[in-house]
């Protein structure tokens, strides 16, 4: 079956590091994949996504590169602030097999420090 | 353009109480999902519909739980009776087939506390 696995977290990084989070994934077919986040307090946004091998999503300065061959989808960011703590989801959504439903990772979170 | 609409946002009740948690999804989307949070497990896909109609509820805990779409603008999940827990945040999400993707876009949550 489908799935995702994220890098445990806590991440706490300093002001201006860079920024990785793991994410590999199983599917059966040719799935899409995202990364979410939540703020505290708050609902799950969508950062970036993408549809298919090779594909490079981003926004806010994160990027994600969906990588068939090491079916990966790890998250980068150059230069992190402390307003980008929060937990970061990957998922994926594999249309193919039939079904809509999100496989969510168990989520990452991030604690940028000043 | 409103996302997607959840209310109330915060619910505190007592065990054995019905509770009525409630959606509007974005306009002329055609799937919602409910989901739940919790520190120990995490996020769950309780139930998702297309076009109103439930197609998968197998993430639904028990017979205690209920999800109903009676239109295209509004979902309801509810727990009766309700139990300490089932005390976590609740979102919905809603999506649009026709863009592909199916990205999600999610509300910004029922946080329900049962005592």
């Known amino acids: 079956g489908n799935s995702v696995t994220q890098m445990e977290g806590p991440v706490t990084l300093s002001e201006e590091a860079f920024l990785t989070i793991n994410c590999t994934y199983t599917?059966?077919?040719?799935?899409?994949l995202f990364w979410y986040v939540q703020y505290p307090g708050e609902g799950l946004q969508l950062l970036l996504k993408?549809?298919?091998?090779?594909d490079k999503g981003s926004n806010k300065g994160f990027e994600a590169t969906y990588r068939k061959e090491t079916t990966s989808f790890h998250l980068e960011k150059g230069s992190v602030q402390v307003s980008d703590s929060a937990v970061y989801f990957c998922?994926?959504?594999?249309?193919?097999?039939?079904?809509?439903?999100?496989?969510f990772g168990t989520g990452t979170r991030l604690k940028v420090l000043a | 353009d409103a996302g997607v609409i959840q209310s109330p946002r915060h619910e505190v009740t007592e065990m054995g109480q019905e509770v009525t948690l409630r959606c509007k999804p974005i306009?002329?989307?055609?799937?919602l999902f409910w989901y739940r949070q919790t520190m120990m497990r995490g996020l769950e896909l309780l139930i998702y519909?297309?076009?109103?109609?439930?197609?998968?509820d197998s993430g639904m805990p028990e017979d205690r739980f209920s999800a109903k779409m009676p239109n295209a603008s509004f979902s309801t999940l509810k727990i009766q009776p309700s139990e300490p827990r089932d005390s976590a945040v609740y979102f919905c999400?809603?999506?649009?087939?026709?863009?592909?993707?199916?990205?999600?876009?999610f509300g910004p949550g029922t946080r329900l506390t049962v005592t």
């Open positions: 306009s002329g989307h055609d799937y």
């Open positions: 599917a059966t077919g040719y799935p899409s």
């Open positions: 998922a994926l959504s594999d249309r193919t097999s039939g079904t809509y439903k999100y496989i």
């Open positions: 999400a809603s999506s649009l087939s026709a863009s592909g993707v199916y990205e999600q876009y």
């Open positions: 519909f297309n076009n109103n109609v439930p197609i998968d």
């Open positions: 993408a549809t298919k091998a090779d």
